[in-house]
């Protein structure tokens, strides 16, 4: 059965940084495409960032790009979100989810493209 875990969430102080990870298992082969979402208490859930088996198609939010970065090492099967510059508004849930097929980036924000998700992993940006 396919699992995914996110883990590296926490609180930190604005301007601060986390990493998050998600470990995947159970794929009978390695996902395509794999991304980040977060939801805020009271609001929809929102894409963040999404990559893709091979580098150079990486997909980010207007909100976190030049701030967040994520990365996959595929021997690993685990993808990270490296997010630095930490505002208060990045508070959330943050979750982990994976696509078996390739499709373009363009279509990548959208949580109806991603068949697999994790349990989620806290992020607080507080003084």
């Known amino acids: 059965q396919v699992q995914l875990e996110e883990s590296g969430g926490g609180l930190v102080q604005p301007g601060g940084s986390l990493r998050l990870a998600c470990a995947a298992s159970?794929?009978?082969?390695?996902?395509?495409?794999m991304a980040w979402f977060r939801q805020a208490p009271g609001e929809e859930r929102e894409f963040v960032a999404a990559?893709?088996?091979?580098?150079?198609?990486?997909v980010y939010a207007d909100s976190v790009k030049g701030r967040f970065i994520i990365a996959r090492d595929n021997a690993k099967n685990t993808v990270y979100l490296q997010m630095d510059s930490l505002k208060p508004e990045d508070t959330a849930v943050y979750y982990c989810?994976?696509?078996?097929?390739?499709?373009?980036?363009?279509?990548?924000?959208?949580?109806?493209?991603?068949?697999?998700w994790g349990q989620g992993t806290q992020v607080t940006v507080s003084s």
């Open positions: 989810a994976s696509r078996l097929n390739r499709i373009l980036a363009a279509y990548l924000r959208s949580g109806e493209q991603y068949t697999n």
């Open positions: 159970g794929h009978s082969s390695s996902p395509w495409h």
């Open positions: 990559d893709s088996l091979r580098g150079g198609n990486a």
